[in-house]
């Protein structure tokens, strides 16, 4: 039973355009919720992360949203360059942190 | 520098043939977690130990055992390796903050587990 999921296997995106990830989830006690990147051979890497008492968080390139109402989040990442070609994983944990819940991931392409 | 660091990287073994899984980590860090993910599927928690103690998660087969012989190393053991565990075996760890809460988790490069 997929409590987080990413309906989108794949994205590709020009160089210098916005790719925007998205994310759906079902379980109301998330309150914690983290964007991970991966590149083949490597394990998942922090990208981003959002508490469920804020509904936007920036980084540098990156932004997440949280739609609280809607049970869904988004990544956009802007502008896009060819070195964020990679999976991007969807994670949710409740209060405490501890068990993670993916999404099956998205494999973003940034063409040159 | 590696943070945390799983060997071996790639690991065949024979159906029913036990393994072992290895996770060290340099990050001093409470919680280490064991995932499984198989081809095209999110990770899935198996369990995790917040310093000595062992959390199961409750539909982890009885097949996947776990040690902690101390705060640096994980062992993931597979009693009884079956086709269906051929996957990506990924170690994370995180530290405990205040509270009580665990800060985010940083995972390793993974095993890559093929039981023929």
């Known amino acids: 039973d997929q409590q987080v999921k990413q309906n989108s296997p794949s994205l590709s995106v020009q160089e210098g355009r916005i790719s925007i990830l998205n994310c759906d989830y079902t379980?109301?006690?998330?309150?914690?919720f983290l964007w991970y990147k991966k590149y083949p051979a490597e394990g998942p890497t922090f990208l981003i992360s959002?508490?469920?008492?804020?509904d936007k968080n920036e980084d540098g390139r990156f932004t997440v949203f949280l739609n609280k109402s809607a049970k869904h989040l988004s990544l956009h990442i802007v502008p896009s360059q060819p070195g964020d070609s990679a999976v991007y994983f969807c994670?949710?944990?409740?209060?405490?942190?501890?068990?993670?819940?993916f999404g099956k991931g998205t494999s973003l392409l940034v063409t040159p | 520098d590696a943070m945390v660091i799983q060997n071996p990287r790639y690991q065949v073994t024979q159906f029913g043939k036990p393994v072992t899984l290895s996770c060290s980590q340099t990050?001093?860090?409470?919680?280490m977690y064991w995932y499984q993910q198989k081809s095209s599927q999110a990770p899935k928690l198996l369990f995790h130990y917040y310093d000595k103690d062992f959390n199961n998660e409750a539909d982890t087969p009885d097949n996947f055992q776990s040690r902690r012989p101390n705060t640096s190393f994980c062992f993931l053991d597979i009693r009884s390796p079956g086709l269906g565990d051929t996957a990506m075996y990924l170690c994370?760890?995180?530290?405990?903050?205040?509270?009580?809460?665990?800060?985010?988790?940083?995972f390793g490069p993974g095993t890559r587990l093929t039981v023929l």
């Open positions: 959002i508490s469920s008492i804020k």
């Open positions: 994670a949710a944990s409740g209060s405490s942190g501890y068990a993670l819940n």
């Open positions: 994370a760890t995180s530290r405990v903050l205040a509270g009580g809460v665990t800060d985010t988790q940083y």
């Open positions: 990050l001093n860090h409470n919680v």
């Open positions: 379980n109301s006690m998330f309150d914690y």
